[in-house]
């Protein structure tokens, strides 16, 4: 579980790991990038299962004034090349692909999660010579009470037909149901109203202001999603290849496919984006001789309720409300859990999927160098 400093957060999805069936067999590790007492005290109070803690030793807070932080001689973000030379700051000769000079704060989430994987698969003890599955999730994550029970499924479907299978994935975003959010293409109303049964009123304005991208995550949480069949998705998987934006929520993976990872560390720290997740989408398509194939269960066992974060900065957003409606839609889903086996299809998407320009944040040697040392540190 990688962690940063959202207690609330945290302390639900420990709640709904304490409630999973078969995880007093589990080991759950803790990676940290902030130490923080009451984080620690929490952790410490789990007595469902076995837990270890990380720290990362290169946080921001650690190194407040020092790479990997910010140094008072770095580059201000929105600096001119020209302009960065001339004040020779450390990283004046480093700007990303768009032009601008890093943000620490953004750049440690991937450095993190690199670091956590390297110290999970080579460096600590309990878990170095350990072949099996390993899942990766993050503390705003929240788990059904059958996801050990569909993990082993999946394992077994993926040993018993289907080798070629690299990740596992929990989680998907419930994009099937979305509106059209691109103003060019307005909702059509009398769609609206044929499949999610919207009062009046929500329609109209959903026609008139397209919804943003956290409106849709919101619109997910109506009663009227928990249709019969998608209920019906429950017991249901598919084979695909995988993509960064799809698949990247309750993944698992063995040693195996770890070491197809490392054996492109290179382009995956070299390349320009602060995301780990579109990193690995790089590798994926630039370096691997085979893409990426995952197994997405249809029925997420794992869900995202980080509605404040990194990436959303919206003073309106309701974390409490996001929280109690999920926990409403898995009481009225246990029915559909713990399925005797599981129904995997192959699916091919129906567009290859395109590679989009890198996010940036990724340009400065600095961070190349110390992303590639958490690997060789392991030899």
């Known amino acids: 579980v990688q962690v940063?400093?959202?207690?609330?957060?945290?302390?639900?999805?420990?709640?709904?790991?304490?409630?999973?069936?078969?995880?007093?067999?589990?080991?759950?590790?803790?990676?940290?990038?902030?130490?923080?007492?009451?984080?620690?005290?929490?952790?410490?109070?789990?007595?469902?299962?076995?837990?270890?803690?990380?720290?990362?030793?290169?946080?921001?807070?650690?190194?407040?004034?020092?790479?990997?932080?910010?140094?008072?001689?770095?580059?201000?973000?929105d600096a001119k090349q020209q302009q960065a030379l001339t004040m020779s700051c450390t990283n004046a000769a480093w700007p990303d692909i768009h032009g601008h000079y890093r943000e620490a704060q953004f750049t440690q989430t991937k450095h993190h999660w690199w670091w956590k994987a390297n110290q999970v698969f080579h460096n600590l003890q309990v878990t170095k010579n350990f072949q099996g599955t390993i899942l990766f999730l993050e503390e705003d994550h929240y788990v059904s009470v059958d996801f050990l029970h569909v993990l082993s499924l999946m394992n077994l479907e993926k040993k018993k037909s289907i080798p070629q299978v690299d990740i596992l994935c929990l989680g998907t975003y419930l994009r099937k149901f979305n509106f059209r959010a691109n103003a060019k293409q307005p909702t059509r109303t009398n769609k609206v109203?044929?499949?999610?049964?919207?009062?009046?009123?929500?329609?109209?304005?959903?026609?008139?202001?397209?919804?943003?991208?956290?409106?849709?995550?919101?619109?997910?949480?109506?009663?009227?999603?928990?249709?019969?069949?998608?209920?019906?998705?429950?017991?249901?998987?598919?084979?695909?290849?995988?993509?960064?934006?799809?698949?990247?929520?309750?993944?698992a993976f063995t040693r195996k496919e770890w070491n197809k990872m490392t054996s492109c560390s290179d382009q995956f720290c070299k390349y320009d984006d602060y995301n780990w997740d579109w990193s690995l989408q790089h590798v994926s398509h630039?370096?691997?001789?085979?893409?990426?194939?995952?197994?997405?269960?249809?029925?997420?066992?794992?869900?995202?309720?980080?509605?404040?974060?990194?990436?959303?900065?919206?003073?309106?957003?309701?974390s409490d409300a996001v929280i109690e409606k999920l926990k409403s839609i898995?009481?009225?889903?246990?029915?559909?859990?713990?399925?005797?086996?599981?129904?995997?299809?192959?699916?091919?998407?129906?567009?290859?999927?395109?590679?989009?320009?890198?996010?940036?944040?990724?340009?400065?040697?600095?961070?190349?160098?110390?992303?590639?040392?958490?690997?060789?540190?392991?030899?």
Request: hydrophobic share 35%; aromatic share 10%.
């Open 4 to 77: 940063h400093n959202r207690l609330k957060y945290l302390r639900e999805l420990i709640r709904s790991l304490s409630l999973a069936v078969g995880i007093d067999k589990t080991l759950l590790i803790f990676s940290h990038d902030v130490w923080d007492e009451e984080l620690n005290v929490l952790v410490r109070s789990i007595d469902f299962s076995q837990t270890l803690q990380i720290f990362y030793p290169f946080s921001l807070q650690t190194h407040t004034h020092t790479f990997p932080g910010e140094s008072t001689k770095d580059c201000p973000r």
């Open 193 to 251: 109203a044929k499949n999610v049964d919207l009062p009046e009123k929500l329609v109209h304005k959903l026609e008139t202001f397209p919804p943003t991208p956290l409106s849709l995550r919101h619109l997910l949480w109506l009663p009227s999603f928990l249709t019969p069949s998608f209920m019906g998705t429950f017991h249901k998987a598919e084979v695909t290849e995988w993509i960064s934006s799809k698949h990247n929520m309750g993944m």
């Open 286 to 318: 630039n370096c691997m001789k085979d893409k990426l194939q995952v197994m997405m269960v249809k029925g997420p066992r794992v869900f995202h309720i980080g509605e404040c974060g990194v990436h959303h900065k919206k003073s309106n957003c309701d």
């Open 330 to 379: 898995l009481n009225t889903a246990k029915k559909y859990f713990f399925p005797k086996s599981l129904s995997v299809l192959k699916s091919n998407p129906r567009k290859k999927p395109k590679l989009k320009k890198a996010n940036g944040g990724g340009g400065d040697k600095r961070d190349h160098w110390l992303c590639m040392n958490f690997t060789l540190s392991r030899l």
